[in-house]
């Protein structure tokens, strides 16, 4: 799998938008972007994935590089429940033996 | 849709007895489920992973006779701490699969933590 580079901490002022970045440089064009979230001792939460074209749901927005080396995970309006630690994972879709493997993540902090 | 529980969310148990976790897929059928484990202020550390009738695969440096896992059903894993010990106290998080093709979709349970007195 391709190693991501995240920052390991952001602060973000509640109702602005959080924009955490990843680098992923080696990443292989079978290769889709993911990312997590982490609440204080809960379970990590999916937030939303991508291959090559900017996605966005309910939760977020990603933002992927033409050359797909990087991305961005856009929150548009941060609240303070959106305080956690953010996981960019890249992985590919095929084999049957498919695995999340976490890195240290970003821990945002959602300021009031 | 996508719901994976865990059972119990917390439990205490005294050295050198064994805990049973349970990872319940509940609104959709996992082929595959995943645990793992988390120290304080640290990633989560993948431990195994199991298909639905098959042994599971354990990662390099976790003891496959110490955490025993059970992939019985398309809905259900357990892991067994057995002989457990103070330092295996630790956030203990499970996830499951949708599907076996496509794009990888992986959800996780709330985690159960282990403290071992």
């Known amino acids: 799998d391709a190693k991501t580079t995240q920052p390991p901490s952001m602060d973000c002022a509640e109702g602005r938008a959080a924009n955490l970045p990843c680098n992923h440089s080696?990443?292989?064009?079978?290769?889709?972007v993911y990312w997590y979230r982490q609440i204080h001792s809960q379970g990590p939460q999916y937030i939303i994935h991508?291959?090559?074209n900017n996605e966005t749901n309910e939760m977020a927005s990603l933002i992927i590089t033409e050359d797909r080396k990087s991305s961005t995970l856009i929150l548009p309006h941060a609240t303070l429940r959106d305080t956690a630690v953010y996981y960019c994972?890249?992985?590919?879709?095929?084999?049957?033996?498919?695995?999340?493997?976490f890195g240290i993540g970003t821990k945002l902090q959602v300021i009031p | 849709g996508a719901v994976v529980s865990q059972h119990p969310s917390w439990v205490i148990c005294k050295s050198g007895t064994s805990v049973k976790i349970e990872c319940r897929s509940l609104?959709?059928?996992?082929?595959?489920m995943f645990w793992y484990r988390q120290f304080p202020k640290q990633s989560l550390m993948l431990m195994a992973t199991?298909?639905?009738?098959?042994?599971?695969?354990?990662e390099q440096g976790v003891e496959k006779d110490k955490f025993l896992i059970n992939h019985a059903s398309l809905t259900l894993s357990t892991l067994t701490v057995t002989s457990a010990h103070p330092e295996d106290s630790s956030f203990y998080i499970c996830?499951?699969?949708?599907?076996?093709?496509?794009?990888?979709?992986?959800?996780f349970g709330p985690g159960t933590r282990l403290t071992v007195t």
């Open positions: 996830s499951a699969r949708v599907g076996t093709s496509g794009p990888l979709e992986q959800y």
């Open positions: 991508g291959l090559k």
């Open positions: 199991s298909n639905e009738g098959s042994k599971a695969t354990y």
């Open positions: 994972i890249v992985r590919g879709n095929s084999g049957g033996y498919q695995k999340v493997t």
């Open positions: 080696t990443i292989s064009g079978n290769e889709y």
């Open positions: 609104d959709f059928q996992a082929t595959t």
